[in-house]
């Protein structure tokens, strides 16, 4: 009967040793593929880089062969007009504003197409920038024009920061140029889980079917969405005749800010390592 006893035991321990072995073969090979995907995905992302870069690139040259070069030989001609004005003509002053306009948004151009072949944008605040658009519109002197910041800045992921600053600066410049306000008014809030800016006027309000289908000929609103969806942000407007206009962009601040993004990633794609099932790639969102 002992013996009995004894030749069981053994044979559990032999099992248990088996189950243990097959156990640290299925961690080895779960290793094996966690570290088989991170080599894919490093691949993808190096690809998709590189990809958006050249795109990029081929924009910026675009840019700057076509609409900028365009632009500086309207500034010429008119620069050669200009000078043709007699020193005491009324129009001397609005066509020299227009020149200075013209001058502002070259060098505006140039730097957008510089930062369209750079993948380190220019690191101006929001506020800064935000604020010079004013310049742009120094003969509506009527308008009471102001940024105003809440809570600590922190610091933005470049690109980010770069695509909130066109979202907003659209917004801006259709208050502007539409919305016959007295008051426009820009809050950038900065809390832990995000970005919010606001644009808002006292103007005339968005008739409702511009709010859904945008103007004829018109993208603004409909590139301020799809800036908007292409950060993981929410983006509204809301308008009453006579009353004024809001736009506001919310944008997660694990998405916004700098350090918690990198961050962010990481554990996104730890998340996505854990539940893949066959997947070698994550798939696209373009």
């Known amino acids: 009967m002992f013996a009995d006893q004894a ?24 290793l094996q593929l ?34 900028l070069q365009g632009f500086l030989s309207a500034y010429m001609q008119l620069d050669v007009a200009n000078d043709r004005l007699p020193a005491d003509s009324p129009a001397k002053p609005l066509v020299q504003h227009v020149l200075d306009l013209m001058k502002r948004v070259s060098e505006e151009g140039r730097n957008a197409i510089r930062s369209l072949r750079s993948p380190h944008p220019a690191s101006d605040s929001l506020e800064e920038k935000l604020s010079g658009i004013r310049e742009e519109f120094s003969l509506q002197e009527q308008v009471d024009f102001r940024v105003v910041v809440e809570g600590k800045p922190i610091a933005l992921h470049p690109l980010i920061r770069e695509e909130v600053y066109r979202i907003a600066r659209e917004a801006v410049i259709n208050a502007f140029r539409h ?39 018109h993208w603004g609103l409909s590139n301020m969405r799809e800036r908007a969806e292409k950060i993981g942000a929410k983006f509204s407007v809301l308008s009453r005749a006579g009353v004024g206009t809001e736009v506001e ?18 554990k996104r794609l730890t998340r996505w390592f854990a539940g893949q099932t066959g997947a070698d790639v994550p798939p696209s969102r373009e």
């Open 7 to 30: 030749a069981v035991a053994i044979a559990n321990a032999r099992a248990f040793e088996d189950l243990v072995r097959a156990e640290a073969a299925q961690r080895e090979r779960g």
């Open 249 to 266: 962009l919310s944008v997660p601040g694990k998405v916004a800010f700098e350090a918690a993004s990198s961050e962010g990633w990481w």
């Open 34 to 67: 966690h570290e088989l995907r991170l080599r894919q995905v490093a691949g993808y992302m190096q690809a998709r880089l590189e990809e958006r870069l050249e795109e990029r690139e081929r924009i910026a040259r675009d840019l700057h062969d076509t609409l």
């Open 179 to 217: 919305s016959e306000a007295g008051r426009i008014e820009v809050e950038i809030k900065c809390a832990a889980r995000s970005l919010r800016i606001t644009v808002r006027d006292n103007g005339r309000g968005v008739d409702p079917e511009v709010l859904q289908t945008g103007r004829e000929g």
